[in-house]
Nanobody
Framework: QVRLVESGGGLVQAGGSLRVSCEVSGRTFSSYAMGWFRRAPGKEREFVAAISWPSGRTNYGDSVKGRFTISRDNAKNTVYLQMNTLKPEDTAVYSC??????????????????WGPGTQVTVSS
């Protein structure tokens, strides 16, 4: 009943910027959280950012604070992740997730109920 589809990934040089999107369909809950996670080869899935409805509060992982910004467009049912000053270590598959009745304080993957397939972000040196 909930479908998430990421887009916007690609190849970018170190120091550059990229924006990935997560389009949500079939959403029926009035209170929920949307999160961005990433996973790189040989590493565990890492929390990146989260935003909550209806408050709009946000939360960020330590490794991306000051560089990444999560935002939402209610009319388009879309969540964005603006990534600036990208580093090679940001290379990963970026996935969005949804948690009904959740808040932006949810930072563990197991707290989320629905997931998109992910989009690849590669940062070259």
């Amino acid at each position: 009943q909930v479908r998430l589809v990421e887009s916007g990934g690609g190849l970018v040089q170190a120091g550059g910027s990229l924006r990935v999107s997560c389009e949500v369909s079939g959403r029926t809950f009035s209170s929920y959280a949307m999160g961005w996670f990433r996973r790189a080869p040989g590493k565990e899935r890492e929390f990146v950012a989260a935003i909550s409805w209806p408050s709009g509060r946000t939360n960020y992982g330590d490794s991306v604070k000051g560089r990444f910004t999560i935002s939402r467009d209610n009319a388009k049912n879309t969540v964005y992740l603006q990534m600036n000053t990208l580093k090679p270590e940001d290379t990963a598959v970026y996935s969005c997730a949804a948690k009904p009745l959740g808040t932006a304080s949810a930072i563990r993957p197991y707290e989320y109920n629905y997931w998109g397939p992910g989009t690849q972000v590669t940062v070259s040196s």
